[in-house]
């Protein structure tokens, strides 16, 4: 029966992901695997009263169709935090609100990438923007990640050999790396990039959980023609609710609501209206910051715990945010081997190689720090630790 | 900056429909424009119990990301009403819950569609179907319809010449037309495409709300290894929540799945539990029920105030059920002059022309029934004849 599939279809991998997710449903497990926040900090009680409260505020239109574009009040309200917290003017008709930022990935590359152009990632990247893509066709450019995000003298030499439709990024607290842009990064990529009709894709998932360091200027402060923006309120809300937004240039915007028309006519608006709600009848604020002081201890007793329980010869990243560390082995280690040790001590993570383009196997792992409190995170560590060592012996 | 966008979204139009949906926000007119389903009937108060008590059956994980599949107890309930209301066995794992019967639509082009594949449409077919499957840039093959749905033998002499991946068909009171497919017409097309390779993909958002005549038997009954059916909740539950399903073979299943994930993760895990919970918890056939009356009435007003108003050579389809009606004024007259004239009278509808492929006017239009109470239906049909009399005079 394959042969009746398209292309684009045929090429995309199983998500690796998925499978590990599902070993992880047995609870003597420890799972990094995978990259779900700690739903003991959920409002449920708080999303409760929004769900009831909605149909007062907005009368029974909440459950009617609505605008492609998303409840206008939300929009206004996204707009407003952009201003309170970075400064930025973006107007509401700027703003489209999406089925979780995923849905932003996905319209992006209907709206912009032909069979074949030109698109650059981060290496390693984010798996699901690698498989949104993947269903355009397009040629990746994965440019290496260092310390400071993406090395800037590769990125610099590919763009003068290519002019990308599209480089997608993860400036802040990158997943898989955990790693973020310095501002010199940014500043160099946005000369760079400047003047040019490429759009940069800043997916921000992760910026408002912040628990070191200090906020970046967006690359929507300094090259606003040429980005796209993507937010989400999966991390500060929950992601059950699937609402994120895209920030999009006047002419783009038009086009992108085209795509979104097609692929779902709009975001329920009963969800946009619960959380619209939700926002502005807590004070999400403090929420955040209590999410924030949470992860920050998760993310500092992994790397406590793997100070302790690793090899010294393991090295990892130290994020200054967001949900996830990268660990790297010596090189020559393989991550796929350590998964099977791991297993057996049952403590689960996800290798690197699928987050690279074409890798079969690396000495990189993701590992994430939200979804287990801290005595989980050192057992868990402890097992992982003990599985290195078997196979760097 | 067009050159930045990819072909596929450069070729599609913007919905004309969305641009009478802005028009329609002045209360002094009256519109058979939109496709809303009437909200009186929305079930408020039994969502507002259930957006409560799904944490009490699920807990927070409600708000916690999911399985790209759907929610299994939503996928088994849906099964459950196959089997009960069709008699199809359908099992769960062959359900894929989609953000709206839309989303549906998108993944089918997606999984299915390379550039330049052949794709059978009703004439006139639902549009978003149309803006959907062009941004996978598909040969489109329109065959118009009759009074017992697409003319099965323009159909047979197609099929004796092309191949087509797709057969896209409303068969129940079809968007735009209100037209069923007889008996007779499904058998003789389950007939040609039996023993091919191609998918016909039975769209059925309306399919219960039917309000005269007998069911009739799925293409699913006739040829199973061929036919995806798409359902919805937006018409029995309300189109807010943003709530439908796919029904695929497991070969097919596999790949859907992978275009899901790329396309917004999972559906809002929330508004699954939501659904689910009203639809155990209430005697959701008594509303149905509730809701066939309720459109059967405005219908048949719709159709006697034709008859009152309307001028003698406009004939109309007698739907059996859905939300639509189709009314066709005599060869040569144009609608969209009518509805300069209807505009001018205060009330609106959608000509007929966006319903084909490169249509630029027709003398047919769809008008929804189901969005106003029976006066306004009088009234608004009546303000159309006077518009039909100016324009036939």
């Not at 981060?122 to 990640?145: G, N, T």
């Not at 609501?257 to 709009?266: C, G, N, R, W, Y």
Request: aromatic share 8%; glycine share 8%.
């Amino acid at each position: 029966m394959d042969s009746i599939f398209s292309d684009r279809i045929a090429d995309v991998p199983r998500s690796f992901i998925r499978e590990i997710l599902k070993v992880a449903l047995d609870h003597s497990f420890i799972s990094f695997g995978g990259g779900l926040p700690n739903r003991a900090l959920f409002p449920v009680e708080e999303i409760k009263v929004a769900a009831v409260k909605v149909f007062d505020t907005f009368g029974s239109d909440v459950l009617q169709y609505a605008d492609s574009e998303g409840l206008k009040v939300l929009r206004e309200l996204v707009s407003r935090r952009y201003k309170e917290k970075k400064g930025l003017d973006i107007p509401p008709d700027r703003i489209l609100i999406t089925t979780g930022s995923q849905q932003g990935i996905d319209l992006m590359g209907k709206a912009l990438v032909n069979e074949g152009d030109d698109v650059v990632i981060d290496e390693p990247c984010y798996l699901a923007a690698i498989q949104a893509f993947s269903l355009y066709r397009p040629k990746f450019h994965p440019v290496p990640m260092n310390e400071n995000g993406m090395n800037v003298g590769i990125f610099k030499k590919l763009m003068s050999k290519i002019k990308p439709k599209l480089i997608y990024t993860v400036p802040n607290f990158q997943n898989p790396s955990g790693i973020s842009y310095s501002e010199a990064t940014r500043r160099a990529m946005a000369g760079v990039i400047s003047g040019t009709k490429s759009i940069l894709l800043e997916d921000d998932p992760y910026g408002e959980i912040r628990f070191a360091g200090k906020q970046l200027p967006s690359f929507m402060t300094m090259i606003p023609d040429n980005t796209v923006m993507l937010g989400s309120f999966s991390k500060i809300v929950s992601p059950g609710v699937r609402l994120g937004w895209l920030v999009a240039p006047p002419a783009l915007m038009e086009k992108v609501l085209i795509a979104k028309q097609a692929a779902d006519l709009h975001t329920s608006n009963y969800i946009q209206s619960i959380v619209y709600q939700y926002m502005i009848d807590n004070d999400v604020e403090k929420h955040i910051k209590k999410i924030c002081e949470c992860y920050g201890r998760q993310c500092q007793a992994m790397m406590d715990s793997i100070r302790e329980f690793c090899p010294s010869s393991v090295t990892h990243s130290r994020p200054e945010g967001g949900m996830f560390l990268w660990a790297t082995m010596p090189e020559g280690a393989s991550s796929r081997q350590l998964l099977d040790l791991a297993v057996k001590e049952k403590v689960l993570f996800v290798p690197g190689d699928p987050f690279y383009i074409g890798k079969k196997d690396s000495n990189t792992m993701r590992l994430n720090f939200t979804c287990s409190n801290e005595a989980e995170i050192r057992m868990g560590i402890e097992r992982l630790g003990t599985a290195m060592k078997k196979l760097l012996k």
